[in-house]
């Protein structure tokens, strides 16, 4: 079946330091790629998403590439700030769920930035 | 604008009450979406909406309840919850039927139950 393995957190960075985050997914048909983040009491935010192999999403200085060849869509970020600390979490729409989007989530990686 | 907005904020309920969540979206999607958040844990599909005909009931016990009275509404209403129910409820939108289709997330409702 269709499936997301994340890196098992917590992460924890200084501030400046150079952030990855492992995602890798299998699937049998061609999803969408997400990175959701969740600050602490809050919603699930949208932080990027790639639609097809080789794309490269990005926002907020985070970027992730979609790698069929690898089957991953790892998260990086140049220079985290405390700011970041929040909770990550990789997600696929599943290729085989139809019109009903359903996506398949990592169990998400706690990142905490250290002044 | 991609904002979903989701009423209360916080709701503390006892296994008798009956009370209800709501969820509004102006983008104009067709699809939406209740999902149960535990603590540190990724959402758990609950319902879909599908051009406002439930398209997805993830075997949800009945004392969850959901309607969509128009494309930009979503309840939950809830009845006889049990204290293992309370986390935080999020509901989505998205655009409906493409498979490059985003979920846009509301800030939810934490549930307490006791």
């Known amino acids: 079946g269709n499936s997301v393995t994340q890196m098992e957190g917590p992460v924890t960075l200084s501030e400046e330091a150079f952030l990855t985050i492992n995602c890798t997914y299998t699937a049998t048909g061609y999803p969408s790629l997400f990175w959701y983040v969740q600050y602490p009491g809050e919603g699930l935010q949208l932080l990027l998403k790639?639609?097809?192999a080789d794309d490269k999403g990005s926002n907020k200085g985070f970027e992730a590439t979609y790698r069929k060849e690898t089957t991953s869509f790892h998260l990086e970020k140049g220079s985290v700030q405390v700011s970041d600390s929040a909770v990550y979490f990789c997600?696929?729409?599943?290729?085989?769920?139809?019109?009903?989007?359903?996506?398949?989530w990592g169990l998400g990686t706690s990142l905490a930035v250290n002044p | 604008d991609t904002e979903v907005t989701q009423t209360p904020k916080h709701l503390v309920m006892g296994m008798t009450n009956k009370k209800s969540l709501k969820c509004e979206q102006h983008m104009g999607h067709r699809a939406m979406y209740w999902y149960k958040q535990k603590a540190k844990k990724p959402p758990e599909l609950m319902f879909v909406?599908?051009?406002?005909?439930?398209?997805i009931n993830e075997s949800v016990p009945s004392r969850f309840s959901p309607e969509c009275p128009n494309s930009s509404l979503l309840n939950l209403h809830l009845h006889a919850l049990q204290p293992e129910d309370s986390a935080l409820y999020l509901c989505?939108?998205?655009?409906?039927?493409?498979?490059?289709?985003?979920?846009?997330f509301g800030p939810g409702t934490r549930l307490t139950v006791l």
């Open positions: 909406y599908s051009y406002e005909k439930l398209s």
């Open positions: 790639a639609t097809k």
């Open positions: 989505a939108s998205g655009a409906g039927a493409a498979s490059t289709d985003t979920q846009y």
């Open positions: 997600a696929l729409s599943d290729p085989d769920a139809g019109n009903n989007r359903k996506l398949i």
